[in-house]
């Protein structure tokens, strides 16, 4: 069981999480689809902390002998579920901005063509 006081230490610590999630989105330095996966990952923390029975039965449904084992496991879980996520919006940006590229340089050469035309 945690101290008293490491579990306040603890909630303080998640309320200015959520704090600069907040102002990161209030800003839009941070989209609401990543802000959505942080939030969860913000909850499930904030749960675990209000209720650390609940860590505990996690940790034996899993099957693993240390609590701090399956948060750990937890924890990773999480962080790979956002890089899979960023992954993924970063592969559909870089062939977005390809096919952006390949159009702007038909364009410029379509421009190029109709100046020549003007001057010829």
């Known amino acids: ?17 959520f704090i600069i999630l907040a102002v ?3 800003k839009k330095y941070l989209s609401l689809r990543f802000t959505l996966l ?15 029975g609940l860590l505990q ?3 034996k449904l899993l099957g693993f002998q240390l609590g701090s084992n399956a948060l750990f496991s937890i924890l990773f879980f999480c962080v790979l579920i956002i890089l899979v996520s960023l992954t993924s919006i970063n592969s559909r940006q870089g062939e977005a901005i390809r096919r ?11 421009l190029c063509e109709l100046e020549e035309k003007r001057k010829g």
């Open 1 to 17: 069981m945690i101290s008293t006081s490491l579990r306040i230490a603890i909630l303080l610590a998640i309320a200015v999480y």
């Open 24 to 26: 990161l989105l209030r």
């Open 38 to 52: 942080w939030l969860l990952s913000g909850f499930l923390m904030l749960l675990i902390t209000i209720f650390p």
């Open 57 to 59: 039965m996690v940790t």
């Open 100 to 110: 952006l590229t390949q159009e702007l340089a038909m364009l410029e050469k379509r």
